[in-house]
């Protein structure tokens, strides 16, 4: 049985209400086709999270940060993400479902297949959409987009982007919980690493906390596939660190021993000329992943993962492993 944050502190039940939103444990299974170094690899795919029309990591985030939205009395929600951003449709998709309205700033991208599809599915969600440009037209529009989306007294609910906050991390610090949980079943082998894509931080900082307060020894190896942000250690630790302040402030009680973060590790070798840029390695890595498992990655997130593991794997980098894959990607 999956463990939950409210069965294990109940005590947050009144202050950081829970929306569910998708069905919990996702799959784990083992991808023998892809090793080529003696390491066992396996998947864990959150693209199967989500009961409506966009799944993926986003929408554990969603079933932190909606509630959280609502319990405030807000009506709107503003964030900012890429063209074709996978956060700014699932936000506009399940906040939709709950009354609430997304409005969405979007920096350009480069312009291929995969975002004009997700252009035309952002038009057709109901979101209002800001076309900034660039990150620092988006910081000078934000206070004109926040002030015209106040409900009488009330601001909009404003989210960074991939609602990447000490809230939305919550999302991942569950999934370890089940990823654990997942391991004393007997589902899969204790993995000593975790390689996952990291676009604005919040999944790897969640996994982070979620594995040491799970006892898991597992280390975070972040995949940065963003260059416009930090997306270092320190940084990323630091958000790991205002979940766990979260956390006790509404009233969890967690070991007080809980020790610094210690088990994330940032690599950027696999970025290529920046976000959204297509590189050949990832694009080997979707074509393995398609033909030999059966795994349909994008070019933006988790082709670039996957080419990260297949590249450490062949350095020996993950030992003995065995190393998990945490699949993001969760369109519908």
Same mark, same amino acid.
Not at 196 to 220: E, I, K, Y
Not at 255 to 281: A, I, K, Q, R
């Given at each position: 049985?999956?463990?939950?944050?409210?069965?294990?502190?109940?005590?947050?039940?009144?202050?950081?209400?829970?929306?569910?939103?998708?069905?919990?444990?996702?799959?784990?299974?083992?991808?023998?086709?892809?090793?080529?170094?003696?390491?066992?690899?396996?998947?864990?795919?959150?693209?199967?999270?989500?009961?409506?029309?966009?799944?993926?990591?986003?929408?554990?985030?969603?079933?932190?940060?909606?509630?959280?939205?609502?319990?405030?009395?807000?009506?709107?929600?503003?964030?900012?993400?890429?063209?074709?951003?996978?956060?700014?449709?699932?936000?506009?998709?399940?906040?939709?479902?709950?009354?609430?309205?997304?409005?969405?700033?979007?920096?350009?991208?480069?312009?291929?297949?995969?975002?004009?599809?997700?252009?035309?599915?952002?038009?057709?969600?109901?979101?209002?959409?800001?076309?900034?440009?660039?990150?620092?037209?988006?910081?000078?529009?934000?206070?004109?987009?926040?002030?015209?989306?106040?409900?009488?007294?009330?601001?909009?609910?404003?989210?960074?982007?991939?609602?990447?906050?000490?809230?939305?991390?919550?999302?991942?610090?569950?999934?370890?919980?089940?990823?654990?949980?997942?391991?004393?079943?007997?589902?899969?082998?204790?993995?000593?690493?975790?390689?996952?894509?990291?676009?604005?931080?919040?999944?790897? #900082?969640?996994?982070?906390?979620?594995?040491?307060?799970?006892?898991?020894?597992?280390?975070?190896?972040?995949?940065?596939?963003?260059?416009?942000?930090?997306?270092?250690?320190?940084?990323?630790?630091?958000? #790991?660190?205002?979940?766990?302040?979260?956390?006790?402030?509404?009233? #969890?009680?967690?070991?007080?021993?809980?020790?610094?973060?210690?088990?994330?590790?940032?690599?950027?070798?696999?970025?290529?000329?920046?976000?959204?840029?297509?590189?050949?390695?990832?694009?080997?890595?979707?074509?393995?992943?398609?033909?030999?498992?059966?795994?349909?990655?994008?070019?933006?997130?988790?082709?670039?993962?996957?080419?990260?593991?297949?590249?450490?794997?062949?350095?020996?980098?993950?030992?003995?492993?065995?190393?998990?894959?945490?699949?993001?990607?969760?369109?519908?």
């Amino acid at each position: 049985m999956t463990p939950h944050l409210h069965e294990l502190h109940p005590e947050l039940a009144g202050t950081l209400p829970h929306l569910a939103l998708g069905t919990s444990p996702t799959p784990v299974r083992p991808m023998t086709a892809l090793d080529t170094a003696g390491v066992d690899i396996w998947l864990k795919d959150d693209g199967a999270f989500g009961d409506g029309g966009w799944g993926g990591n986003k929408v554990r985030k969603l079933e932190w940060l909606l509630p959280d939205a609502l319990r405030q009395g807000r009506t709107t929600i503003v964030t900012v993400g890429g063209l074709g951003t996978n956060w700014g449709l699932a936000t506009a998709l399940y906040g939709r479902e709950q009354g609430l309205k997304t409005v969405l700033a979007l920096i350009d991208q480069p312009v291929d297949e995969h975002v004009s599809q997700q252009l035309k599915r952002l038009r057709d969600s109901g979101a209002e959409l800001h076309f900034t440009r660039t990150k620092a037209r988006t910081i000078l529009r934000a206070p004109f987009i926040l002030a015209r989306n106040f409900s009488g007294r009330r601001p909009p609910y404003f989210l960074p982007a991939g609602g990447s906050s000490p809230v939305g991390a919550l999302g991942y610090v569950e999934a370890a919980l089940e990823l654990a949980a997942q391991v004393r079943a007997g589902d899969l082998p204790e993995p000593t690493h975790i390689v996952t894509a990291v676009g604005s931080g919040g999944t790897v #900082a969640g996994l982070s906390l979620g594995l040491r307060l799970a006892g898991l020894p597992t280390r975070v190896v972040g995949v940065v596939v963003n260059e416009t942000l930090r997306l270092d250690e320190p940084t990323l630790s630091r958000l #790991a660190g205002r979940t766990a302040r979260l956390l006790r402030d509404r009233g #969890a009680r967690l070991p007080e021993t809980l020790s610094p973060t210690g088990n994330l590790e940032m690599v950027t070798d696999y970025l290529g000329p920046g976000y959204g840029h297509p590189t050949p390695e990832a694009t080997t890595a979707q074509t393995l992943s398609s033909n030999l498992e059966h795994l349909t990655l994008e070019p933006v997130y988790t082709a670039k993962a996957m080419a990260a593991l297949l590249d450490m794997n062949a350095q020996g980098r993950f030992g003995t492993g065995p190393v998990l894959f945490l699949n993001t990607n969760g369109p519908r």
